[in-house]
């Protein structure tokens, strides 16, 4: 069994007019085993921007604190909110630093920033475990679910979604992804970010 | 230490000549001194005044900006105070180069600190950490001391908030009220004077008399907003705020000290009639 399967996780990004949403599955597990229902695996940076880690769980926590850390830093330094775009250069270079010897994740960064002309423009990239970089303007995912989560949201995804409509497509594919997934599941969290709030919401989910 | 720099110091200045232990900061002096630690306190006390205030709900920085000249575009949101971590501020007395690198030192512990434990670094511990890398460059390494003072205002769970004065030598104490830079002795004394230990101080009034106590110490008469930086640290839903005040913010606090001098003149002088 692949170390990227270890935990098993799904996480998935969306864009929408000018909002973006990103969820999970909460599942805790060892191999076949599940141990908890309450694992977080998306983490805040910011107000308008969060990042979703997919992969060997304690490697997620790990490069949770340390994405932590030097965001922190950067903040104190620039006194000013790290933009989701540099802040997604930052992840990637971290984890080539660790090329050979990686993390065994899968993060997906998720926010909004604002361009020369426009604000509060939705911003979505995934990279491979050693920093490859991969933007789109649609949908990301990551996990153990990737192969449902691509078709699911290739059949539902439209663009320029209002950010209840966003909420509702990302759930459903989140939800109907995960039942096809052992690995996955148990739960599912879903972040919506506009630009005055995010709004949170923890979707009832098939407990298998 | 401190209690014989700023006791003895300023005599000693004008009709000391280069002393034969002066030139190393690793040998001790025959009495026992350390001329380099000295002399690095001594650029200290020729730079903007800075002072800080520990009140029951809060603490007070507030320093003097040396504006040399009107040509200057400053970007950063202050020049003398810094913010160290969500819950732990400082201000800074001396010669701003080296305070830039103890401030990065002190951001970057206090990030290593959180990802260790999970937890923000009490302020004691941040200090000390400050103080044991100031306290190496007066022992080993033939590198000068920083020429920096810092007043380091925070909040703790273990011990609420708390206000340190740590020079360049390496020592700290925690305080009450503390002023350094220049004319700090004066500052020092008003502040000893004027602080209200039993009825405990409230923020308003820790700002106000950390106005009056900058104002009395500045070179210049009038305060003036573009002349001075204030910052407050306080508790808000339980997270630590830092925050610098705007210059209307800084404005109604001139206005309500001087309008505060004006009455208590007008009471010295009805009194005496």
Known sequence: ?208 | YQRRVHGDFTSNTSTNMASRYDSRTTIFSPEGRLYQVEYAMAAISQAGAAVGILAKDGVVLAAEKRITSKLLDQRKSTEKMYKIDDHISCAVAGITSDANILINHARLEAQRYFYAYKEPIPAEQLLMRICDLKQGYTQFGGLRPFGVSFLFAGWDEHYGFQLYHSDPSGNYGGWKAKAIGANNQSANSLLKDNYDEDSSMSLDDALLLGLKVLSKSMDTTAPTPDKLEFATVTRVAGRVIYHVLTKEELESLIKKGESMLKEEAAKESGGDI
């Open chain 1, 1 to 208: 069994m692949s170390i990227m399967e270890y935990n098993g996780s799904a996480v998935v990004a969306m864009t929408g007019k000018n909002c973006v949403a990103i969820a999970s599955d909460m599942r805790y597990g060892i191999r076949m085993q599940t141990l908890a229902a309450d694992m977080r695996k998306i983490f805040k940076m910011h107000d308008q921007l969060f990042v979703g880690i997919s992969g060997l769980a304690t490697d997620m926590q790990t490069v949770e604190q340390k994405l932590r850390f030097r965001t922190k830093l950067y903040e104190l330094r620039e006194e000013r909110n790290i933009k989701p775009s540099v802040f997604a250069n930052m992840v990637s270079s971290m984890l080539y630093e660790r090329r050979f010897g990686p993390y065994f994740i899968e993060p997906v960064i998720c926010g909004l920033e604002d361009k020369k002309d426009q604000k509060n423009v939705p911003f979505i990239c995934t990279t491979d475990l050693i920093g490859a970089q991969c933007f789109t303007n649609d949908f990301l995912v990551a996990g153990t679910t990737t192969d449902q989560l691509y078709g699911v949201c290739e059949a539902m995804y439209k663009p320029d979604m209002e950010p209840e409509d966003l909420f509702e497509t990302i759930s459903q594919c989140l939800l109907a992804a995960v039942d096809r997934d052992c690995l996955s599941g148990w739960g599912a969290i879903v972040h919506v970010i506009t630009p005055d709030q995010v709004i949170t919401r923890e979707l009832k989910s098939r407990q298998d």
